[in-house]
């Protein structure tokens, strides 16, 4: 497939639906929105103040004024006696900061036509940051995989599935840290392993852990991947890594008055704080239910919705001594123990286990390595884009107490004629007809994998089966929510 053809689709797929509710009031992603408007309005890292207001406290501020409350922050005391959250103080986001970082140019840019607005914000920054960076992400890798000798099939397999099938596809029309770390570890990669450019790799690497602390582990295993593989170069990646950890140490600094004091010790949400108690850092030992919602159930399932990455758990034992491919292994192993350990597992409103989303791009890898057949692959691949693909073209997350979210909130839905806001709806088209681009493009993708293998067909047709006959509630509450 012409590379030029591939980009099209990957755009229409990734572009063409603005998913995005301002009554869900998404913290995820707006708290970083709100850090990247205080950085230019601002020139702080706060985002506004907690003050009494009679028995309680408010947040005040010319961002909470102008767009309303968000949560997901965190709150420094003024009486350094006090604990959060009964205190007046500063508020900041509880996240790495880089995402806000990265984003205040773009909203520099879009604040010279006017004051700022919310959807607008959204809008630009979730194009600018995360959309193309993830569709160009996506044709590099597939270079990669084709100059690396993976054959023409199974890198266009990897490519349309990690893309398109997977948490990429969600996240990746998203301003929050999951798809970006995903993008940044997965460039880090890109940068040893194929061009071999030792101050990108440490750049990219300590850049993952400044959008999403949790990606430590897994920069320091691509880190440690490359230094294997190259045996050179560790100086230059340590130079690299310099300007994302400076501007860690200096967030940290700045807001939490010393450079290793991150946001995690300042919560000002009680339930937040209550979450993350268990074990060390919200670690503990895994459980079934742990296991079991995280990686089978139709409600949070990684390999639920992203069956495919189910091949990525042989990989290892079909590589051997491959270092990219075993480190790209290594990567996968790491976020799912880290998925199964935390005591946030259950992700909150989602598709599919959020928090390891920068799995996929290494899942791509490894079973790109490690595979050459392709029939189980694009039948996997073709279920992970119809499940995925449907789900994200309503929502980017469901309720907790939803069950099965294809039945219970997508059909629904979609056979009301919902979906979100697009191009053709914003002409007048009606319903289903504005989405029919992207609904295309997950039909050619489909079709590109499955093409006239019976295998592959039958087992896409069973993987589904499964998927959309999966117990699910009696409960249409939440989509009657999102359709108001």
């Known amino acids: 497939m012409r590379e030029s053809r591939l980009f099209f689709l990957l755009l229409v797929a990734y572009g063409w639906l603005f998913v995005f509710f301002e009554r869900i009031n998404n913290p995820n992603e707006l708290v970083r929105v709100y850090a990247a408007r205080a950085l230019i309005e601002e020139h702080s890292w706060s985002i506004g103040r907690r003050v009494p207001a009679g028995a309680r406290f408010a947040d005040i501020g010319p961002i909470h004024r102008d767009w309303g409350y968000v949560n997901d922050k965190a709150l420094v005391c003024d009486d350094p006696g006090a604990r959060p959250p009964f205190c007046a103080g500063k508020l900041y986001a509880a996240k790495a900061p880089a995402a806000a970082v990265l984003g205040a140019p773009v909203l520099a840019v879009l604040r010279l036509f006017g004051p700022l607005k919310k959807t607008a914000a959204v809008f630009a920054l979730r194009w600018i940051c995360v959309i193309l960076p993830s569709i160009v992400f996506w044709l590099l890798l597939r270079r990669y995989l084709l100059e690396s000798g993976v054959s023409a099939d199974v890198a266009l397999f990897c490519t349309l599935a990690g893309a398109l099938g997977s948490l990429s596809l969600t996240y990746g029309q998203m301003f929050a840290g999951h798809q970006m770390?995903?993008?940044?570890?997965?460039?880090?990669?890109?940068?040893?392993?194929?061009?071999?450019?030792?101050?990108?790799?440490?750049?990219?690497?300590?850049?993952?852990?400044?959008?999403?602390?949790?990606?430590?582990?897994?920069?320091?295993?691509?880190?440690?991947?490359?230094?294997?593989?190259?045996?050179?170069?560790?100086?230059?990646?340590?130079?690299?890594?310099?300007?994302?950890?400076?501007?860690?140490?200096?967030?940290?600094?700045?807001?939490?008055?010393?450079?290793?004091?991150?946001?995690y010790g300042h919560l000002e949400n009680p339930a937040f704080v209550k979450d993350i108690e268990p074990g060390f850092l919200g670690v503990s030992l895994p459980t079934f239910?742990?296991?079991?919602?995280?990686?089978?159930?139709?409600?949070?399932?990684?390999?639920?919705?992203?069956?495919?990455?189910?091949?990525?758990?042989?990989?290892?034992?079909?590589?051997?001594?491959?270092?990219?491919?075993?480190?790209?292994?290594?990567?996968?192993?790491?976020?799912?123990?880290?998925?199964?350990?935390?005591?946030?597992?259950?992700?909150?409103?989602?598709?599919?286990?959020r928090y390891i989303t920068p799995l996929v791009p290494f899942a791509a890898i490894a079973i790109a390595f490690a595979f050459r057949r392709t029939a189980i692959l694009a039948g996997l691949g073709a279920a992970g884009i119809a499940a995925t693909g449907l789900a994200s073209a309503v929502c980017q997350g469901f309720p907790l107490e939803v069950q099965n979210p294809l039945r219970e909130v997508v059909w629904p839905l979609l056979s009301h004629g919902f979906v979100p806001r697009n191009l053709l709806q914003a002409l007048g088209v009606p319903g289903l007809w504005s989405a029919l681009p992207y609904f295309?493009?997950?039909?050619?993708?489909?079709?590109?994998?499955?093409?006239?293998?019976?295998?592959?067909?039958?087992?896409?047709?069973?993987?589904?089966?499964?998927?959309?006959?999966?117990?699910?509630?009696?409960?249409?509450?939440?989509?009657?929510?999102?359709?108001?």
């Open 181 to 263: 770390a995903a993008l940044a570890l997965g460039a880090a990669f890109l940068a040893g392993f194929w061009k071999d450019r030792p101050v990108l790799v440490g750049f990219f690497c300590a850049l993952s852990v400044a959008l999403e602390y949790p990606s430590a582990p897994a920069a320091l295993i691509v880190f440690g991947g490359f230094l294997l593989h190259r045996r050179r170069g560790w100086l230059g990646a340590v130079l690299g890594a310099l300007p994302p950890v400076i501007l860690l140490a200096q967030f940290h600094w700045s807001a939490f008055g010393a450079p290793w004091s991150t946001p």
């Open 289 to 353: 239910e742990r296991i079991r919602g995280s990686l089978f159930s139709p409600s949070l399932g990684l390999f639920f919705w992203a069956p495919w990455t189910v091949l990525a758990l042989a990989a290892p034992f079909r590589l051997r001594r491959h270092v990219p491919g075993l480190t790209a292994c290594a990567v996968v192993v790491y976020y799912l123990l880290f998925q199964i350990t935390h005591a946030l597992w259950r992700s909150g409103w989602v598709i599919g286990p």
């Open 440 to 484: 295309a493009a997950l039909l050619a993708a489909i079709i590109l994998l499955l093409g006239k293998r019976p295998l592959a067909i039958a087992l896409f047709i069973a993987i589904t089966a499964v998927q959309w006959l999966a117990p699910a509630g009696d409960e249409r509450s939440a989509a009657r929510f999102l359709a108001a």
